[in-house]
């Protein structure tokens, strides 16, 4: 005779022995079941029929004894090709149906296939003539809740046939069904028989068992009888034990269609994140603050940092200010304009300029307004990298007369003469003083604080010290550096030089636009360190909550991880499942937090606050949500993986 499909040899099986009573509840079973074998299991309750089951299923590891399925001793085989039994040979029916209530029936009964790696336009064909051929075409969308028991008992045989179920092992699959369900079932499995598969059927009533070719009775956990077995030979294509077990040598290394199982975990974290929507929102708070805050605090930071340097940019990186010092009294200093020609003679210094000004009533006409009026000498469009657009800068001659003229920036025209009108010609009053408009300066759309950098007055310094402040000392001195690069020693090289010509005094006070600004970004660096930290914390909070939401699914969702594998499922696809649902949930935590800042920043930029959203920082607060996903996920994903399927499948 050929190969037995399965033989099993003196199986024992032993519950508890540590720390509840030792309890034998297969005590020696030996048989063996032939392809194209009807067989009914019967026995009374309690007497090991389904322990017997889920040994045959290879759910469940016996103590000790034998099993050889086609040949192979199953204690030898690992995870992966124990899944695959589950998946390719197996096919379940049990009492309790086990159907995943969060699946539609139609997505039941293709779950195998999805580990078995089918191409999902097969599969959902083949899922639906299945389903049409037990009677449930116009029920393939209902959820389980949403079936009767006898439809959802089709359901799961339409599940166990879905890979071949060469084997179809039913578990008293009768026994929550009404009679005539129940017959509708029975007829089922006998034209599964016939058709060539084989069936294993356990039952305590032996009525149902008498539709079966051969009765095996059972009682405390031993065979009691066994009819003879006489499997029909004209069973057409009838399983060879053989090529059973070919194809699992082959096949259980056979990997899995990752992107229909990536589809279908996806769609499965959706819907268990759907449904328990207002929990998982609380627990992603924290990934949200986390999210956002590093984002938005991330764009204002690079905000400010870009006004500053925008700020630089438009008036020269190489300027340094030159002024006495007026905050203690004995060290009170003056630097005076024989200071300025020296500073001038100086080979790192390209420019000089003395400045005094101050704010000043100008008027023209019936209009008057406060601007800045400064005394600069002829370098100032040079230095401030800043031309005149309409008429002409003053010249040496007018400096050296003190000639009452003025170049004016953008909005003073704008205020004094009109938008766009032409002023040049016309007469300011400035400080009761009349100076002719002879130039526009180019806009600069800068400003520092309140300072619009085009509401400014541009006169002759000589103009300026004698006519409006009647002082001869500059207020400040502003000097160019031959080289933005070498500003550092420009500095030095002043420095020695006041202090020779003022006695060893340091009186004055010596500053560039570069150190101040360096000042400031070394404040908001400590301030964005600080904030990065309680992002830190945020996303940390966040990852625990993922976990803690993980744990509460898997603890949940045991009696799925069982059902799926049952179906077949490797660990692996177990673990990633619920990697991806972890992935999923911070993703979503990320989306949302991203969203959030976006709308927060908006409102910064409503309120004038400068925010620059960088691409790079949002990516990389994406990608610390996912990552916190993956890492907090991984503990109850593994976890999830790790369960014994007898266990979680008769889990509550
Ligand atoms: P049947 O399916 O024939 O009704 P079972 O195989 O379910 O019987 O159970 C047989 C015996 O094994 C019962 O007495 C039951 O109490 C015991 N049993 C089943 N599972 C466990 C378990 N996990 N731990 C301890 N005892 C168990
Ligand atoms: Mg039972």
Not at 77 to 82: I, P, Y
Not at 113 to 136: K, S, V
Not at 213 to 242: F, K, N, W
Request: aromatic share 6%; proline share 4%.
């Amino acid at each position: 005779m050929a190969t037995p499909l399965i033989e099993l040899c003196d199986i024992r099986k032993v519950y508890g022995g540590v720390d509840s009573p030792r309890v034998e509840v297969l005590r020696g079973i030996s048989l063996s079941i032939h392809p194209g074998e009807f067989v009914a299991i019967v026995g009374a309750s309690g007497s090991g029929k389904s322990t017997l089951m889920n040994i045959l299923g290879c759910l469940d590891r016996p103590t000790s004894g034998n099993y050889r399925f086609a040949g192979r001793d199953v204690a030898e085989l690992d995870s992966d090709e124990l899944a695959w039994l589950r998946r390719e040979a197996f096919g379940f029916v049990f009492q309790g149906y086990h159907l995943i209530p969060s699946g539609s029936a139609q997505e039941n009964v293709e779950m195998p296939a999805i580990y078995a790696g089918t191409p999902p336009a097969e599969r959902h064909a083949r899922a639906r003539a299945l389903l049409e051929r037990l009677g449930l075409a116009s029920r393939t969308g209902n959820r389980p809740h949403q079936l009767s028991g006898g439809q959802q008992q089709r359901v799961s045989i339409a599940r166990a046939l879905m890979n071949g179920g060469h084997i179809i092992l039913a578990d008293e699959p009768t026994g929550a069904l009404d009679s005539h369900s129940g017959a509708e079932v029975m007829t089922l499995l006998d034209e599964l028989a016939s058709q060539g598969h084989v069936i294993i059927l356990i039952t305590h009533d032996r009525e149902v068992a008498a539709r079966a070719q051969r009765i095996i009775e059972v009682r405390d956990g031993e065979v009691v009888s066994d009819s003879p077995s006489q499997p029909s030979a004209d069973i057409p294509r009838q399983l060879q034990a053989d090529d059973l077990r070919q194809r699992l040598d082959r096949g259980a290394t056979q990997r899995g269609a990752w992107k229909g199982e990536l589809v279908e975990s996806l769609q499965a974290a959706w819907r268990v994140m759907w449904i328990n929507r207002f929990r998982t929102a609380l627990t992603l708070l924290g990934i949200i603050i986390g999210v956002a805050s590093v984002v938005v605090m991330l764009a204002v930071g690079e905000g400010s940092k870009r006004q500053v340097m925008a700020q630089m940019a438009a008036f020269g990186s190489n300027i340094l200010y030159l002024n006495g010092k007026h905050s203690s009294e004995e060290l009170m200093g003056i630097v005076t304009l024989d200071d300025v020609d020296a500073i001038g003679e100086l080979p790192q210094v390209k420019r000089v300029m003395p400045v005094i000004g101050d704010k000043l009533m100008v008027r023209h006409g019936n209009k008057g307004e406060q601007f800045y009026v400064g005394g600069n000498n002829t370098w100032f469009p040079e230095i401030f990298n800043w031309p005149v657009v309409e008429g002409s800068f003053y010249s040496e001659a007018d400096e050296a007369n003190g000639a009452a003229v003025a170049v004016i920036g953008q909005k003073v025209r704008d205020k004094m003469f009109g938008p766009g009108s032409n002023p040049l010609g016309q007469y300011l009053l400035i400080g009761n003083v009349p100076f002719q408009v002879i130039g526009v300066l180019q806009g600069k759309g800068a400003s520092s604080g309140s300072e619009d950098s085009d509401e400014r007055v541009v006169v002759p310094y000589s103009a300026a010290s004698i006519r409006l402040f009647g002082s001869r000392d500059p207020e400040y001195v502003t000097i160019a550096a031959q080289d933005s690069s070498r500003v550092k020693e420009t500095e030095q090289a002043i420095e020695r030089l006041m202090l020779q010509r003022h006695q060893g005094k340091n009186d004055f006070v010596l500053t560039n636009d570069a150190a101040l600004i360096q000042a400031e970004a070394r404040t908001q660096n400590s301030l964005s360190l600080m904030l990065g930290a309680i992002a830190a914390i945020s996303l940390l909070v966040g990852g625990i909550g993922v976990m803690n939401i993980m744990l509460m699914t898997v603890r949940e969702r045991t009696r799925e991880i069982g059902i799926r594998m049952a179906t077949g499922a490797r660990q692996r696809d177990i673990l990633r499942q619920f990697l991806t649902e972890a992935v999923m949930l911070s993703m979503v935590g990320g989306v949302t937090g991203i969203v959030l800042a976006l709308a927060i920043g908006a409102s910064l930029l409503l309120a004038d606050i400068a925010v620059a959203f960088a691409l790079p920082a949002i990516l990389g607060a994406f990608a610390c949500a996912v990552i916190t996903g993956v890492v907090f996920g991984f503990m109850p994903a593994r976890k999830a993986a790790r369960l014994d399927p007898v266990k979680a499948l008769t889990s509550e």
